[in-house]
Each structure stands twice: as C-alpha cells, then as structure tokens.
C-alpha cells in the first residue's frame, strides 16, 4: 500500500495527515516516529517542524524529507530517496 504522509506545523500544532486525511493534530510534542509498510511510500516532514523526527519507510521505493530537526531516517530495501534537514542527521 502506497502512503502520502504529510507533517507541518499549524497554529502552535503538529499536525499528521495520511493520504490527504486528518490522524493527528497535538500541541506540546516532543518528538515525532513515523513508520509505514511496504509500498512506494512518500512521507514529508515540514521544515518548520523542529522536533525530533524518527522514520522506518520500510520496503519500496520511498521518499522522505525528514524536516527542520535533527533526525533519523531508516529507507527499505529498495532505492530510496532520503533527506534530512538542516539539523543533524543519520540516513541509512
């Protein structure tokens, strides 16, 4: 299953959307983990979301754009595109 994860900053928030859909929206967070399945997978963290950022894309060809944090990024088997912020990153 292919997944369009979304995660910006809005109103003091973050906010999580899956597929164009509202799953979360939380002030106060401290960090933030994103994992998906298997699937050619595209998840964007804001730049303006600042937080502390972990993704498992797992298998597929995925996309990530980890945010303005320091982050962690884990691709899949597959060829991935992986990015970080411009905070400290490790992309595997």
């Not at 303006?48 to 972990?54: E, H, L």
């Amino acid at each position: 299953l292919d997944q369009r994860v979304a995660v910006t900053q809005e109103a003091g928030e973050i906010v999580v959307r899956v597929n164009g859909e509202l799953i979360a929206r939380a002030a106060g967070v401290t960090q933030l983990a994103v994992t998906t399945g298997a699937g050619h997978d595209r998840i964007e963290v804001a730049p303006d979301v600042t937080v502390p950022v972990t993704v498992d894309a797992g298998p597929g060809r995925n996309v990530v754009k980890a945010g303005g944090g320091p982050a962690t990024v884990q691709g899949g088997a597959d060829t991935d595109k992986l990015g970080g912020g411009s905070a400290t990153n490790l992309l595997a």
